[in-house]
C-alpha cells in the first residue's frame, strides 16, 4: 500500500471514529453540514471542474432535491428511503430539462441562463405557498426509519449515513473520471474543437456531465432536509450557488480532494469568523480574494506542492546518510 492510500485510509478511519470525540454537538453538526455540502460540490465539480462550464444552478438542484424528497415523505407518506433517490432523479430530470437549451450557450451565456434557473426555483418555492409552504417552509419532514435499530432521528447515527453517501459518491467520481465518459468530459474542457474532431458528441456529454451534476445537487438537498427536519427557501438562492463555486475553487478545480476541502472551508470558516462579529464578513472576504489571486489552482495543489517537497527533504536525508 502506497503513502497516498494509507493517508487516505487514515483519513476515513477518523472520520468514523469523529462522534466519539468529545467535539461537541455544535461541531459535529457543522461537521455534518459540510459533508452534505461535499456531495454537493462534487457534483458542481463535474460540471465546473471536470468539463469547464460554470453552473450557477446548483442551489436551483439542491432546493429541487430537498423539497421533492420532503413533500413525497411527508404528504404522500413514502419511506424516506425511496424518497431521497426519487428526489435525485427528479433533480436529474430537472437538469435535462435546463440543461438541453442552457447547454447550446458558452461562457456567460451559459452562467446567465443556469443563474436564471435557480432565480426562478426560488421564486416559485417562495410564491407556491400551497406546495411549498413559502417562505415559511415546511416543517416535521420526517427522517429515515430504522434500519438494524439503527434511530436515524438521532445527529449522530444521521452522521454515518451523510459519511457513508459521501464516500460512495467520491468513489463514484473517481470511477466516472477514470472511464472513458470522464476522458471525454476533460477533453471537453481542455479543448472543445479537438473533441469533437476525434469524435466526442458534445452535447450528448455537456447535457451528461450537468445531469450528473443536478441529481447530485438534489442528493444532497434530500440529505439535508431530513437532517435538518426543516426546509424554507432559504438555503436555495443564487447566493448559495456561488458559494458552491467558491467552494470549488477554493479546494481546487478539477480535483477530486478541492471540494472536499472547499466545501469544509465555506461552512466552518464563516462560523469561527463571528468571534470578530463587526469585522467577519471583511475578514472572510478578504481572506477569499487572497486564496483566489494567490492560489489560484487551489488549497490542494499548495499541500500537494508541500508534500513533494516533504517527500524530497526525506529523500536527500536518507541520502546524505548511507
Known amino acids: 500500500m502506497n503513502k497516498k492510500r494509507i493517508i487516505l485510509t487514515l483519513i476515513i478511519l477518523f472520520s468514523f471514529v469523529i462522534p466519539f470525540l468529545d467535539i461537541g454537538s455544535y461541531n459535529l453538526h457543522l461537521v455534518s453540514y459540510s459533508l452534505i455540502w461535499v456531495i454537493l460540490a462534487q457534483g458542481l465539480n463535474v460540471i465546473q471542474g471536470f468539463t469547464g462550464y460554470v453552473s450557477i444552478a446548483q442551489a436551483g438542484f439542491f432546493g429541487i432535491g430537498a423539497y421533492s424528497s420532503a413533500i413525497l415523505s411527508l404528504n404522500l407518506g413514502i419511506s424516506v428511503w425511496l424518497t431521497i433517490p426519487l428526489a435525485i432523479v427528479i433533480s436529474g430530470i430537472f437538469g435535462i430539462l435546463i440543461g438541453y437549451p442552457a447547454l447550446r450557450t458558452q461562457g456567460h451565456y451559459f452562467a446567465i441562463v443556469t443563474m436564471s434557473f435557480t432565480m426562478i426555483i426560488w421564486v416559485f418555492m417562495m410564491s407556491s405557498v400551497k406546495f411549498t409552504g413559502g417562505e415559511e417552509g415546511i416543517p416535521n419532514i420526517p427522517s429515515p426509519s430504522s434500519v438494524f435499530g439503527i434511530d436515524f432521528s438521532l445527529k449522530e447515527n444521521y452522521y454515518y449515513l451523510i459519511l457513508i453517501s459521501v464516500l460512495i459518491t467520491i468513489l463514484f467520481i473517481y470511477r466516472l473520471m477514470q472511464s472513458r465518459v470522464g476522458r471525454a468530459f476533460i477533453t471537453i474542457r481542455e479543448n472543445e474543437q479537438l473533441a469533437q474532431a476525434v469524435g466526442i458528441s458534445l452535447l450528448k456529454y455537456k447535457m451528461l456531465s450537468f445531469t450528473i ?110
Open 213 to 322: 451534476s443536478a441529481m447530485l445537487g438534489g442528493f444532497a438537498g434530500a440529505l439535508y432536509v431530513h437532517y435538518t427536519h426543516f426546509v424554507n427557501p432559504t438555503p436555495f438562492t443564487v447566493d448559495y450557488s456561488l458559494n458552491a463555486i467558491l467552494a470549488v475553487i477554493l479546494g481546487g478545480s478539477g480535483t477530486i480532494i478541492g471540494p472536499i476541502i472547499g466545501a469544509f472551508i465555506m461552512i466552518f470558516l464563516p462560523e469561527y469568523l463571528r468571534i470578530a462579529e463587526e469585522y467577519r464578513l471583511i475578514i472572510y472576504a478578504v481572506m477569499l480574494i487572497l486564496i483566489v489571486f494567490y492560489m489560484p489552482k487551489g488549497i490542494t495543489n499548495l499541500i500537494k506542492i508541500a508534500y513533494n517537497k516533504v517527500l524530497s527533504k526525506v529523500a536527500r536525508k536518507s541520502e546524505t546518510k548511507k
